[in-house]
């Protein structure tokens, strides 16, 4: 069981919008602890996509974006493409176990 | 652009030390943070430990009692070693590079990964 909670699987159709939930507790985002996210690639490593729960590195398409409230992190996917079929992992602290801590992980399928 | 490389063993016998190392690439190994990563076969990320700047380390506290990072800056490398492994340490391994937003830690760049599988 990861301390952040994603759904194992999301879809899509192409040129849809997706959204991916995280969702913690009081010991980690609800602790003002910000929320990164990666996308994996099949067969390949992670990439950081959004960092400080909203900001894109240089490069990531503006239609990845990210938000935080509470407890939950979302991850919202806009125009959907075949080439966003990935893992997708978000990543925060957590204070009373004293560890980074990610997600279980969410594969986007898109239809 | 920094870029990083794991090497190692792609098999360890049980009850053996695991050693990987991560060259660093395009950047000043010695003015960043590093990190070791793994992920098993078809799951999910487990953060393993940060070496800092200042030779500072920390580590996940489920791994705290076998896992050591160092670094050796004349090469521009950093080194994971797990000690006693079974099976369950099976796993891809990734090297990266710590950043910072404000307080928090996160993963700017990966290295490809290296397959370790533990068996005899």
């Known amino acids: 069981q990861s301390v952040l909670t994603q759904p194992p699987s999301v879809s899509g159709a192409p040129g849809q919008r997706v959204t991916i939930s995280c969702t913690g507790s009081?010991?980690?985002?609800?602790?003002?602890?910000?929320v990164h996210w990666y996308q994996q690639l099949p067969g390949t490593a992670p990439k950081l996509l959004i960092f400080g729960s909203s900001h894109r590195p240089s490069g990531v398409p503006d239609r990845f974006s990210g938000s935080k409230s509470g407890t939950s992190a979302s991850l919202a996917i806009t125009g959907l493409q075949a080439e966003d079929e990935a893992d997708y992992y978000c990543q925060s602290y957590d204070t009373s176990l004293s560890l980074v801590v990610f997600g279980g992980g969410t594969k986007l399928t898109v239809l | 652009q920094v870029q990083l490389q794991e090497s190692g063993p792609g098999l360890v016998k049980p009850s053996e030390t695991l050693s990987l190392t991560c060259t660093v690439s395009g950047g000043s190994i010695s003015s960043n943070d590093w990190s070791w990563i793994r992920q098993p076969p078809g799951k999910g990320l487990e953060w393993i430990g940060f070496?800092?700047?200042?030779?500072?380390?920390t580590y996940n506290p489920s791994l705290k009692s076998r896992v050591a990072i160092s670094v050796d800056t004349s090469k521009s490398q950093f080194s994971l070693k797990l000690t006693s492994v079974t099976a369950a340490d099976t796993a891809i391994y990734y090297c990266?590079?710590?950043?910072?937003?404000?307080?928090?830690?996160?993963?700017?760049?990966w290295g490809q990964g290296n397959m370790v599988t533990v068996s005899s």
């Open positions: 990266a590079r710590r950043g910072a937003f404000g307080s928090d830690s996160l993963f700017i760049s």
């Open positions: 070496i800092y700047y200042n030779g500072r380390t």
């Open positions: 009081s010991s980690n985002v609800g602790a003002d602890f910000d």
